[in-house]
Each structure stands twice: as structure tokens, then as C-alpha cells.
Nanobody, 119 residues
Framework: QVQLVESGGGLVQPGGSLRLSCAASGRIFRLYGMAWYRQAPGKQRELVASITSGYSTNYVDSVKGRFTISRDNARSTVYLQMDSLKPEDTAVYYC?????????????WGQGTQVTVSS
């Protein structure tokens, strides 16, 4: 059973930065594409950024140029560097696998990490 542990959230002023981390256990991490999602109050969870096992990345339009996803296979960890944060980035952020060796996949969700952007 894979466990996902997100960390790094907090309260930051508009224009500030945060770096989120997500550590995974229980699988051969390097074989899996990983993604960051977020869920704001009253809204559905949305995909924010993804990174394949081959290190290709994709971003939702609203974060392009501001967020950077990366991974460290040796640490089984995926990161989300968030710069130029806006109040609309406020949400609980989660990570998960999105693709495995045989196709799309999703593991059990972790507890997420709260990001609040406010002055």
C-alpha cells in the first residue's frame, strides 16, 4: 500500500513562494508519473501539474510560468515550487500518481497540505 505524505504548505503573502514536497513509499517510484492537485473550498479537485517517469512536465494554464514540478527518484519525492503566488492559489494541495507502467493509476490520497495566500 502506497503512502503519500505532503508537506511544505503555509500562509504566504501574494507574490510570495512556497515549495511543497510529497514523499511516497511502497512502490518503485521512478516507474510512475506523478502529479499535484489542489482543492479549494467549495470546488472540485483539479490537476495543477504533472511529471512523467521520463521527466516531461505539464501545467494547468493558470499556473504556467509560476509553478515548477520536479522529482527526485532517489528520495521517492515529488516537489512543487510555487512562485508569484496569488490569492486564487489558496487550496489544499495533494499529490498522487497519475500513470504507471501499465496505464493510468491513482493511489490512496494523503492528507494534503494547506496553502493560504493572503495579505
Amino acid at each position: 500500500q502506497v503512502q503519500l505524505v505532503e508537506s511544505g504548505g503555509g500562509l504566504v503573502q501574494p507574490g510570495g513562494s512556497l515549495r511543497l514536497s510529497c514523499a511516497a513509499s511502497g512502490r518503485i517510484f521512478r516507474l510512475y508519473g506523478m502529479a499535484w492537485y489542489r482543492q479549494a473550498p467549495g470546488k472540485q479537485r483539479e490537476l495543477v501539474a504533472s511529471i512523467t517517469s521520463g521527466y516531461s512536465t505539464n501545467y494547468v494554464d493558470s499556473v504556467k510560468g509560476r509553478f515548477t514540478i520536479s522529482r527526485d527518484n532517489a528520495r521517492s519525492t515529488v516537489y512543487l515550487q510555487m512562485d508569484s503566488l496569488k490569492p486564487e492559489d489558496t487550496a489544499v494541495y495533494y499529490c498522487n500518481a497519475d500513470r504507471g507502467p501499465t496505464g493510468p493509476i491513482s493511489w490512496s490520497w494523503g492528507q494534503g497540505t494547506q496553502v493560504t495566500v493572503s495579505s
